[in-house]
């Protein structure tokens, strides 16, 4: 199994910036790839971003690109979402997700989540 833990989120005003940690542990050697969902109340979960553990190649929901930035450290078994301009929009709460294959679309494990809330 693979075990993935958020930390970094809170309040923080429009226009800032914020970085999200995602920590894994357990079996990651079977991880192929790490993305961020959100999911602000009363809406569906979605997409955020996503970067495959070897090659590092990326991809970004349309919302958020240009703003946001996601890497990771293959040493520390962590990812990173950097968030920059953040909108009132951007409220959510942030979940990490871990893939054998596609992330995106087959995620295998989720993190607990993190609150990031932007005010106006």
């Known amino acids: 199994q693979v075990q993935l833990v958020e930390s970094g989120g809170g309040l923080v005003q429009a226009g800032g910036s914020l970085r999200l940690s995602c920590a894994a542990s357990?079996?990651?050697?079977?991880?192929?790839?790490v993305g961020w969902f959100r999911q602000a109340p009363g809406k569906e979960r979605d997409f955020v971003a996503e970067?495959?553990?070897?090659?590092?190649?990326?991809r970004y929901a349309d919302s958020v690109k240009g703003r946001f930035t996601i890497s990771r450290d293959n040493a520390k078994n962590t990812v990173y979402l950097q968030m920059n301009s953040l909108k009132p929009e951007d409220t959510a709460v942030y979940y990490c997700?871990?893939?054998?294959?596609?992330?995106?679309?087959?995620?295998?494990?989720w993190g607990q989540g993190t609150q990031v809330t932007v005010s106006s």
């Open positions: 997700a871990a893939a054998r294959l596609v992330v995106r679309t087959t995620p295998d494990y």
């Open positions: 357990g079996r990651t050697a079977s991880v192929n790839a």
């Open positions: 970067i495959s553990w070897n090659g590092g190649s990326t």
